[in-house]
C-alpha cells in the first residue's frame, strides 16, 4: 500500500519561504517519478513541479519556475518543494504524487497513480 504524508505548510507572509516534505512509503520510490500539484479555493487542481526518478530532470509551471525548487532524497524516501518569495497567489493545499508503472514525469494530473491528504499553504499580503 502506498503512502504519500505532505508536512510543511503553513501561514506566512508574502515574500517569506515554505519548504513543504512529502514521505513515500510502500513503493520502491526511486523507480517512480514525483509531482507536486496544488489547488486553490474555487479552482481546478494544477501542475507546480516534478522530478525524475534520479532528480537528474526537474520541471516547473511557469508561475513557480525560479521561486520554487524541488529535490529528493531516494535514500530516505522523501521528496521536498522549497517556496521563496511566496506569493498571495500561491495559497492552495499542496500534494505530491507518485506516478504510475511506466510513466515518465509529467504534468498531467492523470499520469499521476497515488497521492498524498495535502498540505495547507497561506501566503498573506
Known amino acids: 500500500q502506498v503512502q504519500l504524508v505532505e508536512t510543511g505548510g503553513g501561514l506566512v507572509q508574502a515574500g517569506d519561504s515554505l519548504r513543504l516534505s512529502c514521505a513515500a512509503s510502500?513503493?520502491?520510490?526511486?523507480?517512480?517519478?514525483m509531482g507536486w500539484f496544488r489547488q486553490a479555493p474555487g479552482k481546478e487542481r494544477e501542475f507546480v513541479a516534478a522530478?525524475?526518478?534520479?532528480?537528474?530532470?526537474?520541471d516547473y509551471a511557469d508561475s513557480v519556475k525560479g521561486r520554487f525548487t524541488v529535490s529528493r532524497d531516494n535514500a530516505n524516501n522523501a521528496v521536498h518543494l522549497r517556496m521563496n518569495s511566496l506569493k498571495p497567489d500561491d495559497t492552495a493545499v499542496y500534494y505530491c504524487?507518485?506516478?504510475?508503472?511506466?510513466?515518465?514525469?509529467?504534468?498531467?494530473?492523470?499520469?499521476?497513480?497515488?497521492w498524498g491528504q495535502g498540505t495547507q499553504v497561506t501566503v498573506s499580503s
Open positions: 504524487a507518485v506516478v504510475r508503472r511506466g510513466a515518465s514525469m509529467s504534468r498531467r494530473s492523470t499520469n499521476y497513480e497515488y
Open positions: 510502500g513503493r520502491t520510490f526511486s523507480h517512480y517519478a
Open positions: 522530478i525524475s526518478r534520479s532528480a537528474g530532470i526537474t
